[in-house]
């Protein structure tokens, strides 16, 4: 590792001025991935801005419309939380899959946001929920906020705070994990409001993307059979030894049509889903 100073700021806006004021300096909330990118000399922030334990990072609470999680909640605090459980639970669901334990219990939701791993899982969540996620200087809708691969809207020295996730009236995720490291080799969140439904794919592209042939065929008919014929592109496509972009887009049909069958109503053995089955 090359040399740094580790900083740890009492409140949100100190670490945002301390940001701001050494622009070579860089957020550090689980680790996850900023740890191992400096012990392999990939990155030599002049300041590490301990965020973890801030306040205002913090909380899991609900409305009747909306889920809202604190961008420092860890994985494991989302997968076992009662209020996740009961208005997302495809949400503890897909934290719980997250990694192994030792990730789940140090990586945090804004962390994993802010890195847009390709093959993170809580992006597809966001983008199928259409949540919102509030900086420490603006709000940013999913449709906005997800650029390309490892990239986002967030600015030089901006912090997500927290995340909200309108709750959905039936969302589920199903994930195909790479063996060793837990990332979706493809991953398919499905969520449905009233007459609208959103399908995200993760871990197939260069970036979390809404399958949009899929959602309006599901949109007209929430059935395994509406998405009869339907494939993805495979241009563009993640390729590496372990899929090719052929195989990942493949993966991602499999598991679209896998997880309307699960959300259907009265289908037995389903991926946890919030309010019941497919859309109203």
Known sequence: ????????????????????????????????????????????????????RLDELQGISASEAVLKI????????????????QTVPALSHLAGQIADPQVRNRGTLGGSLANNDPAADYPAAVLALGATVHTSERSIAADDYFVGMFETALRPGELIVAVEFPIAHSAG????????????M???????SGSDVRVAITGAGPGVFRWKEAEARLRDDFSVGALRNLHLDCAGM??????????????AEVLTRRLVAQMTPGAEGGAPTTRGGGPA
């Not at 604190?70 to 459980?85: D, W």
């Open 70 to 85: 604190g961008a420092g909640a860890r994985h494991a605090e989302v997968a076992h939380s009662p209020v996740v459980a």
């Open 173 to 184: 995720y199903l994930k195909y994990r790479h063996p060793a490291s837990g990332y979706a």
């Open 238 to 251: 993640q390729g590496d030894p372990h899929a090719s972009p052929r195989y990942r887009a493949n993966l």
């Open 1 to 52: 590792m090359y040399a740094t100073q580790y900083v740890r700021p009492a409140t949100l806006d100190d670490a945002v001025a301390l940001l701001k004021t050494h622009p070579e300096a860089r957020p550090l909330s689980g680790g996850m991935t900023l740890i191992p990118t400096l012990k392999q000399r990939l990155a030599a922030p002049s300041h590490l801005v301990d965020i973890w």
């Open 186 to 192: 493809a991953g398919v969140f499905i969520a449905c």
